[in-house]
């Protein structure tokens, strides 16, 4: 007789390399041919690889899935992460600016993870906040293609936040990982 569990059964999408969330030919990530020359260009290709990795993790997950704390005592979720580097990212325009600090996305300290809750709509503005902050985000370090130049008040350089954002994305991709296996069981790189 079999073992009833509440863990879902791990499985994958994938058909070509059982380790892989998609197919080869089914991965908006898998480039073929030389990688992109040029410092810069590396950076902002890790950091767009890992974005559409966060994607493909909350693709296809209803709002309480997107929503549900599947490492208790954690707070975080799936959800979370969305708002977490929607805020993030609005964050780091502040660490370039001279400007006065945009006000925090989300209000409080940790209510992006505290207040992400099971509803269609807060997952969609969640997106639209992402998008809109990586947009923007985007749009002010384009403005600053030198990766040494220093901005801000704390003179932090291009190369430094660069290098912060694809480690913010990548440990999260992490989180993502495995926040996705304890909702639904699928695995997957």
């Excluded at 925090?104 to 503005?125: I, K, M, S």
């Amino acid at each position: 007789m079999g073992h009833m569990s509440d863990q879902p059964a791990r499985w994958t999408q994938a058909t070509v390399h059982p380790d892989m969330w998609a197919d080869p030919d089914d991965d908006p990530r898998n480039s073929e041919g030389t990688g992109p020359d040029g410092e810069l260009a590396t950076l902002q290709g890790f950091l767009t690889d890992y974005r559409l990795t966060l994607r493909m993790k909350c693709e296809g997950l209803d709002a309480e899935q997107l929503a549900r704390r599947s490492v208790p005592p954690s707070t975080m979720s799936l959800l979370g992460l969305v708002r977490h580097l929607a805020m993030a990212e609005r964050d780091w325009r502040n660490w370039i600016s001279d400007d006065e600090p945009l006000p925090r996305l989300y209000g409080r300290r940790d209510a992006d993870f505290d207040e992400a809750v099971a509803d269609p709509a807060l997952v969609d503005a969640a997106y639209a906040d992402l998008e809109r902050e990586q947009a923007a985000t985007d749009a002010a370090l384009a403005e600053h293609p030198d990766l040494g130049e220093r901005l801000g008040t704390d003179r932090t350089s291009v190369r430094e936040l660069m290098v912060h954002r694809v480690e913010e994305y990548a440990r999260h991709c992490g989180h993502a990982d495995l926040l996705r296996e304890c909702v639904d069981g699928r695995v997957g790189q």
